[in-house]
Structures are given as C-alpha cells and as structure tokens.
C-alpha cells in the first residue's frame, strides 16, 4: 500500500526546482531591478491579474536557467480567462532560449485555442546567442500571427526589447509603453558595429521615438499605471471574435439625456476652433473614455468608450489640430483601430468635422492619398454597426474615410442644421475657379444650405439638433444591436489593404 512518504523525495526535488524558478535571476539582480523602479516579471503578472488566479505552465522548462526567461500562464482578469507572458529581465536579460520559443509559442496556441486574450509584458533582448540551430523550430510570431483578428492581443513594454522579442509589440493589436520602455530592431552596440551610429537607446527607441513613430500606441506613467491600462483596454472588448462585447449594466449616467451643452462646445462658424473631446465628455457614458494612440496622427481621435452601457470604439477628428485635415498618420491610426473594433464587433461612432484630407507638397510626401485610401477600405469593409455624425462640415475624400457616404452599411447618419458638405469647400471652388463676386457669394449661400439640401434628399437620415446628439446615437445603437440574432463569427476580410 502507497504511504505519503514514499512521495517526499520526488516532492521535495519538485518543490526545489519550482522554487529556483520563481526565485528568477536570483535577490541581487531581483532588487537591482527594483531599485530602477520597476515591477519584476512575476509581480507584473501579479498586479494585472486578479489575485490569486495565475496558473503557470513551463515552469520547469530551462532547467537551471530559471523559467528559461519567460514565466507564462493562464490567470483571470475582471473574472475572464487571459494567457499572459511575461520577460523576466532578471534571467539573462529576458532573452529567448529554445525553452522560453516553444513556451511563447504555446501561449499563443491556447489563446486561440480556447478563445481568450493574449498579454506579452516585454522587457528583453531577443533570440539568446547559444550556438544552437533552431532548425525547423515553430516561432512565436506564427502563432500571434494566427490569433490576430480571433483574440485580443496585447503588449506591454517596460524596458529595453530588442530583436525577435520587439516585434512582439506591432503584431499585437494594441501595445503600451512605460518610460523606461525602449524598442528597436538591435539594440546600440549592434547598430555601433554595423552602421558606426553612436546613439543611446533612448534616442534608438525610447518613447519619444516610438511613439512618434506609431510602432507603439500608448505611454503609461510607470509598471503600475500600464498593467492598469492594459485591465482597462480589455474591458471594452470580448474574449474573442466569437462572442460581442458584454454591455454594463444600467446605471446613473448609462441613459439618455440631452446634450445642450454641445451648443457652448461646438461653434457654428467652420473656422472657430474648439477641442473634440470636450464633445466625447458630453456624449458618452459618465465612465468616461480611453483615447487609443493620443500622441500619433493628433488630427483623428480614436477612442473607446461606452454608450448606454455598450462599449463602443470612437473615430473623430480633431478640429484643434491642423484644423481637422486628416493627414496620413492620422489615416493610418484611424484605419488600423477601425479594423480591431471591426475585428471584435465593436460599434463604431464617426465624428465627422473636417475640411477634407491635409493638402500639400509635405502632406502628398507622407503619401496621404494612400493612408486615406487604407483607411476608406478599412472603414467601408467593417461590418459592425456604424454610426455617423457630421457636426461642422465634412469635404470630399474627409467624409468617405468618415463613413458619411451614402450607401455604405451605416445603421445611421446624422448631421447638424449648417453643417457643409461637397467636394471642396466655397473659399477653395472660388479660388480655384477664379470665381467672380456674385458666383462667389453664390457658393458661400449654397454652402450654408448645404445640409437642408442634403437632407432634403435623404443624403443622412435626419438633421439633429446638438442637444439631441446623445439620444439619437443611443436609440441608432440600440436598434442596431439587434442585428445580432445569430452568434458572432470572426470577420471575413475580402479587402486588400491600400
């Protein structure tokens, strides 16, 4: 008959090897890590997860090299199944052995396997320098490749990631960044040996780079404040493509109500400026909203937000900066933002108040025809609820790439009373057509009447009044999640991307 003694040896060489594991680089290195004002990489997962739900896989994997430089498992986070991977810097810089390949990878396996997001906390140096032929050996990337569009993925940087281990962060649908995050493809001793350039890496890849850059979207204060945004961007979304984004519960500030407000906010005259997102305070849920990329392409808004409980994904131009014009970083941000809320069956709110895409010499440099052109194939491709609204004006291409074209699968369009439309605006076809005066003020008028005409030819379906503005988004959206009566599928993409 078995005795519980006959276990002891076997459990204690297991206890041994569990606890050389989680001991990571060992207390000096552990407290040097600290010392920098960071998270190691257990405590990481620890803050972001709920308390007590982390299960770990391929602890053992590495043997004396302790978890082979990457700790990954599944945990909870507000009560859902994630699969969350975190870099320990501590155990040979985070770099990736054989061991530590084969876990990432199957990390993204189970992600997609079982429908869940997928979180990578990065902070180190790429593939390990061992000799080694990885040969016919599966990476990673393969299978973050194949939950894109499925799962959620999302990456956090908090140091230095360098190499295969940095494009982690771009096949992710959303990465964030702390301010001692840097990203390169080599770091600077690599970049000193091959190209002779004598840069540090914070000018390599630190936040200023890379967010200028857009490789990544957001910029957290430190450890803390990215694991809470990361628990924050997860809360908009479903566990996977095959379910809908779950609504919150009724409560104060989730109703209808008007929105006078609007009408100190947004002024009436096209050249006044006025900030975007005091009209996202007023329109949305009092939860508040969570701004996707605020540092790049700062002519678009791209946000999340919740209406009446729904959680929501918010495309709106920025009047305050280039006057609206949608240059082509903000058509690209706009473009890949639409494709994730798409992805994962987020409605998504058009904001429309621009005077068209950013015309000159720099802006055709920056190929803004193109990104306008991605950004109309990913916006008239969606399939989620759309929702429109042109609050000032909205010319010619800008309206496209701002779903106000008729005809393109908006479960509603609306626009304010003066709000002016057409290919260009009446100062720009005046002095393009050389026009005289009386043609001049001719044009101006028809600008001015532009959306009464419109209407009059169900160009959108209703003129709004401002204070309105809420009421009808909300009535539109609720009809139109109605069209959910069969159960949600990953989104077929038949367009190929400008």
């Known amino acids: 008959m078995a005795k519980a003694e006959d276990w002891a040896e076997t459990l204690d060489e297991l206890s041994r090897r569990r606890d050389h594991s989680r001991a990571m680089g060992g207390d000096e290195r552990v407290a040097r890590h600290h010392g920098k004002g960071k998270l190691d990489a257990r405590g990481r997962i620890q803050h972001l997860v709920d308390k007590g739900s982390f299960r770990e896989f391929g602890t053992l994997v590495g043997g004396d090299i302790a978890a082979d430089g990457i700790i990954t498992g599944a945990a ?8 969350v991977g975190a870099e320990d810097f501590t155990t040979l810089a985070g770099s990736i052995g054989p061991g530590g390949n084969a876990k990432r990878y199957r990390l993204a396996e189970l992600a997609l396997r079982d429908r869940v997001p997928m979180v990578m906390l990065l902070e180190g140096a790429g593939f390990r320098p061992s000799g080694e032929h990885y040969g016919r050996t599966p990476t990673d990337l393969l299978a973050q490749a194949q939950c894109s569009g499925k799962v959620p993925t999302v990456g956090g940087l908090f140091g230095p990631s360098a190499g295969h281990g940095a494009l982690v962060a771009p096949v992710c649908d959303w990465t964030i960044m702390t301010g001692q995050g840097a990203i390169f493809t080599a770091g600077p001793p690599v970049v000193k040996e091959s190209t002779g350039e004598d840069i540090s890496k914070e000018e390599l890849g630190g936040p200023s780079v890379a967010l200028a850059s857009g490789v990544i979207h957001n910029l957290g204060a430190d450890d803390a404040a990215v694991l809470d945004d990361i628990r924050r961007y997860l809360s908009f979304f479903p566990s996977s493509a095959w379910s809908y984004p779950s609504s919150t519960p009724a ?3 989730t109703g209808h109500r008007a929105t006078p407000e609007l009408l100190d906010i947004v002024p009436r005259g096209n050249r006044q400026v006025y900030d975007m997102s005091d009209v996202l305070d007023v329109v949305f849920d009092d939860s508040g909203w969570f701004e996707v990329q605020p540092r790049f392409g700062r002519a678009m808004i791209t946000a999340l937000a919740r209406l009446g409980g ?13 006057a609206g014009s949608i240059d082509a970083d903000a058509a690209d941000k706009a473009a890949h933002f639409i494709m994730v809320a798409d992805a994962f069956h987020l409605p998504i709110v058009f904001l429309a108040d621009n005077p068209g895409m950013l015309p000159g010499s720099r802006s055709e440099k920056t190929g803004v025809l193109r990104s306008g052109a991605r950004m109309f194939a990913a916006q008239t491709a969606a399939s989620t609820i759309k929702l429109h609204v042109t609050l ?11 779903s106000l074209l008729g005809f393109d699968n908006q479960s509603a369009t609306f626009a304010y009373p003066g709000a002016t439309m057409g290919a260009m605006s009446a100062a720009a076809l005046s002095r393009a057509s050389n026009a005289t005066e009386d043609l001049e003020a001719k044009l101006r008028q028809a600008e001015v009447d532009a959306s009464f005409r419109s209407a009059g030819h169900l160009g959108f379906d209703d003129l709004i009044h401002p204070q309105e503005t809420r009421d009808v988004l909300l009535d539109a959206l609720e009809r139109g999640l109605y069209s959910r009566q069969a159960a949600a599928q990953p989104v077929t993409r ?3 991307t400008p």
């Open 76 to 83: 909870l986070i507000d009560g859902r199944p994630v699969m």
């Open 251 to 253: 409560g104060e500030g």
């Open 310 to 322: 729904h959680p929501i994904a918010v495309v709106a131009n920025q009047p305050k900066v280039l």
């Open 392 to 402: 000032r004006k909205a010319y010619g291409f800008g309206s496209m790439v701002m």
């Open 494 to 496: 038949t367009v190929i």
